[in-house]
């Protein structure tokens, strides 16, 4: 069974950073895409950044991009969201999720609610 266990949350003012982990278990990452997606209250699930389970290239929303960076450890099956100059508009939670296949349309799988697993979420609140 594929589980995913965020952590990491917390209150940060605007400019700080904090670090997301996702511990993962049940699962090959070399078969697997792995992600981050948020959801803010009222609004739509979006998808953050995504990488391919056995290493290479990250994919980020526009709305992160060279604030976030997306990692794994392979050797500790774990996913990692490094979040830096976090603006108010970053506040939601967070989402650890992997696809089975690869991360290709991960993206694509956040809107349409497609992707295989998800954790339970860690909050992410950023002040003024």
């Known amino acids: 069974e594929v589980q995913l266990v965020e952590s990491g949350g917390g209150l940060v003012q605007a400019g700080g950073s904090l670090r997301l982990s996702c511990a993962a278990s049940?699962?090959?990452?070399?078969?697997?895409?792995l992600g981050w997606f948020r959801q803010a209250p009222g609004k739509e699930r979006e998808g953050v950044a995504c990488?391919?389970?056995?290493?290479?290239?990250?994919s980020y929303a526009d709305s992160v991009k060279d604030r976030f960076t997306i990692s794994t450890d392979k050797t500790k099956n774990m996913v990692f969201l490094q979040m830096n100059d976090l603006k108010p508009e970053d506040t939601a939670v967070y989402y650890c999720?992997?696809?089975?296949?690869?991360?290709?349309?991960?993206?694509?799988?956040?809107?349409?609610?497609?992707?295989?697993?998800w954790g339970q979420g860690t909050q992410v609140t950023v002040s003024l």
């Open positions: 999720a992997a696809d089975y296949g690869g991360p290709t349309h991960f993206f694509s799988f956040v809107r349409l609610n497609a992707l295989d697993a």
């Open positions: 049940g699962f090959s990452f070399d078969d697997y895409g």
């Open positions: 990488i391919d389970g056995r290493g290479g290239s990250a």
